[in-house]
């Protein structure tokens, strides 16, 4: 490698985001790059000349497996929206400047489809201008949808979560099944695709019953036929467990978090911020069926929780990094690193890299036939998939009984 590298993190995120960054940076390293800068607050930040040098805060081999285990973002990040190239060429000029001065040779920025259109953007006008640079992006996000990988790091660990934190609240509720109706509604992240909330199926085992009800946003939600089943449910046993979707709508297309009441908020890509979904169903159950209910949100938790991040995710988030700067190197640009599954037990699975022009602002959502008929849960096949993401675990270090995390502060430049 003859320049520099720089890094950004971009979008929500995940408790193993940092393990990308891990990668980025011990591969750049080993491939000679003189500097790895790392951007603050995404490209949002670079835009502001906010950039580290990242020797400067991973000094040496414990650094490296502390950051692989510090949830969120280590550098900040961001949703920002370039503007199309032939809008607003100024904000290209003054990239590229920051770029050049820098002596960047590879741009890698981590993210979702959200964050990915950036890495294309940035691309074009690179060809578009004649400039030398590689920009490569490093798949990630909880929600599992983006296009042409087989799932993305961070939705392994998110996944274990849930289905961990969904077992206990089921043996919560349960001690107090005894003549005591209780439903409980668990809201899960995803925006508009089902991946995270379908592995609240994963609770069930030979020590659990598991949920009743899951809801994707990929089915319609009718609200009758909600109350119907837990009508139906609470007839045979008194506890009843419900996962939604955060994204779950009517069939006309309205949010459910929306007929709460929810949050005005949207973001710089048009995407609503949902919330609420759960508290309002569980106040509609209340209110229709007249037995105690209790609304969870999983919210920043399931993104966050480091403690209990998926071996398997950690060590692909870590590869992933590697591979998008290896891919930079050697020449690739517009284009994610993307994860192929090579099989599932035992599981494997290795890299390969695709055009980001197919990738950047689509969805993938979870096929209609691992939903069963009704849409209240998700079939054997979407188990299977998820399954082998969830596997393993990897130890916090542990200081004064806590987790330790790689730290830098908020205005550090
Ligand atoms: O993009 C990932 C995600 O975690 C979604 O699941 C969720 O809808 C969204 O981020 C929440 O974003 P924010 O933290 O910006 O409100």
């Given at each position: 490698m003859y320049g520099n590298v720089i890094v950004g993190?971009?979008?929500?995120?995940?408790?193993?985001?940092?393990?990308?960054?891990?990668?980025?940076?011990?591969?750049?390293?080993?491939?000679?790059?003189?500097?790895?800068y790392g951007m603050r607050f995404g490209i949002q930040g670079l835009l502001d000349e906010m950039y580290v040098d990242l020797s400067d805060y991973i000094k040496n081999e414990l650094d490296v497996e502390i950051l692989k285990r510090t949830p969120s973002a280590f550098l900040g990040t961001c949703r920002y929206?370039?503007?199309?190239?032939?809008?607003?060429?100024?904000?290209?000029?003054?990239?590229?400047e920051i770029l050049n001065k820098l002596d960047i040779e590879c741009f890698i920025y981590i993210g979702g489809n959200d964050s990915m259109d950036t890495i294309k953007k940035l691309s074009d006008y690179a060809i578009l201008t004649g400039q030398t640079q590689k920009f490569v992006g490093v798949p990630k996000t909880i929600d599992n949808d983006l296009a042409l990988t087989d799932h993305t790091p961070g939705y392994g660990s998110a996944a274990k979560y849930i289905a961990t934190s969904t077992k206990e609240i089921i043996r919560d509720g349960n001690g107090f099944s005894y003549k005591k109706p209780l439903v409980t509604i668990i809201e899960i992240m995803g925006r508009n695709a089902g991946w995270l909330t379908g592995a609240a199926a994963l609770a069930k085992g030979e020590d659990c019953e598991g949920v009743d009800l899951i809801y994707l946003?990929?089915?319609?939600?009718?609200?009758?036929?909600?109350?119907e089943e837990i009508n139906k449910l609470l007839k045979v046993k008194n506890t009843v467990f419900v996962a939604i979707s955060e994204g779950i709508r009517l069939q006309d297309g309205t949010y459910v978090s929306?007929?709460?009441?929810?949050s005005d908020y949207v973001d710089a890509f048009g995407h609503k911020q949902l919330t609420g979904s759960a508290t309002y169903l569980a106040n509609l159950v209340n209110h229709k069926v007249g037995c105690k209910t209790r609304a969870v949100e999983f919210s920043s938790l399931q993104r966050s929780a480091s403690h209990l991040a998926s071996r398997v995710d950690i060590n692909e988030a870590f590869m992933v990094g590697g591979a998008a700067v290896k891919?930079?190197?050697?020449?690739?640009?517009?284009?994610?690193?993307?994860?192929?599954?090579?099989?599932?037990?035992?599981?494997?699975?290795?890299?390969?890299?695709?055009?980001?022009?197919?990738?950047?602002?689509g969805e993938k959502l979870v096929p209609r036939n691992w939903i069963n008929e009704n849409g209240t849960y998700v079939t054997e096949d979407f188990i299977d998939y998820v399954r082998p993401l969830i596997q393993g675990d990897y130890p916090c270090v542990m200081v004064n009984g806590l987790p330790r995390h790689l730290y830098l502060k908020a205005d550090e430049v």
């Open positions: 993190q971009s979008g929500g995120p995940t408790a193993v985001i940092n393990s990308s960054l891990a990668g980025v940076f011990r591969t750049a390293i080993d491939r000679g790059a003189k500097k790895v929206k370039l503007p199309a190239i032939h809008e607003n060429q100024d904000i290209y000029v003054k990239i590229f946003p990929e089915v319609p939600f009718d609200t009758e036929a909600f109350i929306e007929a709460g009441g929810g891919a930079a190197d050697e020449g690739d640009s517009g284009k994610m690193v993307v994860i192929d599954r090579v099989s599932d037990d035992p599981y494997q699975s290795a890299t390969g890299v695709y055009d980001v022009h197919k990738i950047a602002n």
